[in-house]
């Protein structure tokens, strides 16, 4: 099975080159990419191993915004106007789309506050999609400066979720 990381970095390889159509097979696994016109990604995972049946796993990345492949029985909340963003913050986006979370349980301390120094390796929230929790990290050090989303939000991929100075 794929590690979350490494299916993000290939849907941004895709979406970033001329290819329009990737095909990978390994170890009973296939995975599938195409673009529309509309440079979207469409990825498709399956699984053929006995032990750990995984459901296919599709997604399409367009704006660049993940969509389930099943409605929301939920409509989206609408997402405030960001702030004026000062260039030397670094924005912490989120990888996928999914439900904000700020700590790892609901009776559990957050995981960073504004003014908190992070590090690189620093896990700052949860973002759980499709029953799995991804733990997000800082991706640089610095401090947090501003949380851009509240906890159990929905977020989209892309979308800021801290701005830190780095």
């Not at 296939?30 to 699984?47: C, G, H, L, P, R």
């Not at 006995?50 to 409509?75: D, G, H, I, M, T």
């Not at 506050?113 to 990290?137: P, R, T, Y």
Request: with cysteine.
């Amino acid at each position: 099975m794929y590690k979350i990381q490494e299916l993000r970095e290939l849907i941004k390889l895709v979406d970033q080159s001329n290819i329009d159509e990737f095909t990978f097979e390994s170890e009973g696994s296939k995975i599938k990419m195409k673009k529309n016109k509309e440079t979207a990604v469409q990825t498709v995972v399956e699984s053929k191993v006995q032990a750990q049946p995984v459901a296919p796993v599709v997604a399409e990345a367009a704006q660049p915004a993940v969509q389930p492949a099943q409605p929301q029985a939920q409509p989206a909340e609408p997402v405030a106007a960001a702030p004026t963003v000062d260039e030397n913050l670094h924005k912490i986006v989120s990888p996928m789309v999914g439900t904000f979370y700020a700590s790892p349980s609901p009776d559990a301390d957050v995981y960073v506050q504004k003014g908190d120094k992070v590090k690189e390796d620093s896990v700052v929230c949860i973002v759980e999609a499709m029953k799995l929790f991804n733990e997000i990290e800082a991706e640089v050090n610095g401090e947090i400066v501003e949380i851009l989303v509240e906890n159990g939000q929905l977020v989209e991929y892309g979308q800021p979720l801290f701005l830190v100075k780095a």
